[in-house]
């Protein structure tokens, strides 16, 4: 299975795609395939996004936003392992990997997919209208998001025709469900720290200060928007 055939099968045969994750079946080649495609599909969207900005902001947000999506999945992966082994899951590290690596691929290719529509208001937008243009794109990255973690949900859920108690399930069902909330949060803060990917009106800079956080930084958006400012 080559680079291009794995993507196009999360995309077009998912039952099978993760058939084959829950049999171990070319998992380096997966997880080769989903690393490659998601930082170009995540680099992509991440470039329009900055250039509301500048071409300093483009290049930034380039590296930034795949940066994000990835080094969150690498800071919440071992706690959600260890705590399924523990539980009774017999799937490797790599699976568990290659699982968090398919749910940051559905949402970068939901990011691509969303790229005309931001392009569409980048070329409409004035400077002045920043903060429309970041609640926008906010709202993006949470549907996005959802739909990304609903996927990994189900796919990360037991078989029905796994030989497991019953009560060890639902145990395990509530570590995903708390893991998931984990991953949201984490990749929030980290959002956060990493920040700009928009940037703003007036000179360009890499990072900020690390003052305020995520929620903050929304209301202050949503704030300017609604006063007209």
Same mark, same amino acid.
């Given at each position: 299975?080559?680079?291009?055939?794995?993507?196009?099968?999360?995309?077009?045969?998912?039952?099978?795609?993760?058939?084959?994750?829950?049999?171990? $079946?070319? !998992?380096?080649?997966?997880?080769? &395939? /989903?690393? =490659? %495609?998601?930082? #170009?599909?995540? @680099?992509?969207?991440?470039?329009?996004?900055?250039?509301?900005?500048?071409?300093?902001?483009?290049?930034?947000?380039?590296?930034?936003?795949?940066?994000?999506?990835? $080094?969150? !999945?690498?800071?919440?992966?071992? &706690? /959600?392992? =260890? %705590?399924?082994? #523990?539980?009774? @899951?017999?799937?490797?590290?790599?699976?568990?990997?290659?699982?968090?690596?398919?749910?940051?691929?559905?949402?970068?290719?939901?990011?691509?997919?969303?790229?005309?529509?931001? !392009?569409?208001?980048?070329?409409?937008?004035?400077?002045?209208?920043?903060?429309?243009?970041?609640?926008?794109?906010?709202?993006?990255?949470?549907?996005?998001?959802?739909?990304?973690?609903?996927?990994?949900?189900?796919?990360?859920?037991?078989?029905?025709?796994?030989?497991?108690?019953?009560?060890?399930?639902?145990?395990?069902?509530?570590?995903?469900?708390?893991?998931?909330?984990?991953?949201?949060?984490?990749?929030?803060?980290?959002?956060?720290?990493?920040?700009?990917?928009?940037?703003?009106?007036?000179?360009?800079?890499?990072?900020?200060?690390?003052?305020?956080?995520?929620?903050?930084?929304?209301?202050?958006?949503?704030?300017?928007?609604?006063?007209?400012?």
């Amino acid at each position: 299975m080559n680079y291009f055939s794995t993507f196009t099968a999360l995309l077009k045969d998912r039952q099978t795609f993760l058939e084959e994750i829950h049999q171990g $079946i070319q !998992l380096k080649n997966k997880i080769s &395939a /989903l690393l =490659i %495609f998601s930082f #170009l599909c995540f @680099s992509i969207y991440g470039a329009i996004i900055g250039s509301f900005h500048s071409p300093f902001q483009a290049m930034s947000s380039m590296v930034k936003l795949p940066a994000l999506y990835l $080094i969150t !999945l690498m800071v919440c992966l071992p &706690a /959600l392992y =260890i %705590f399924n082994a #523990l539980f009774g @899951s017999r799937k490797t590290l790599a699976q568990h990997f290659t699982y968090v690596l398919s749910a940051a691929a559905v949402i970068a290719l939901l990011l691509c997919g969303f790229a005309p529509v931001v !392009l569409f208001f980048l070329m409409t937008l004035s400077v002045k209208e920043y903060s429309f243009y970041l609640l926008m794109n906010v709202s993006i990255f949470a549907v996005t998001g959802i739909f990304g973690v609903s996927f990994l949900y189900q796919a990360m859920r037991p078989m029905p025709g796994e030989n497991e108690v019953a009560d060890t399930v639902k145990i395990r069902n509530r570590i995903l469900q708390f893991w998931l909330m984990l991953y949201g949060f984490v990749g929030s803060q980290l959002g956060w720290t990493l920040r700009p990917f928009f940037g703003s009106p007036g000179s360009f800079e890499v990072f900020r200060p690390k003052d305020g956080n995520f929620l903050t930084g929304v209301f202050q958006a949503l704030g300017h928007v609604l006063s007209g400012r």
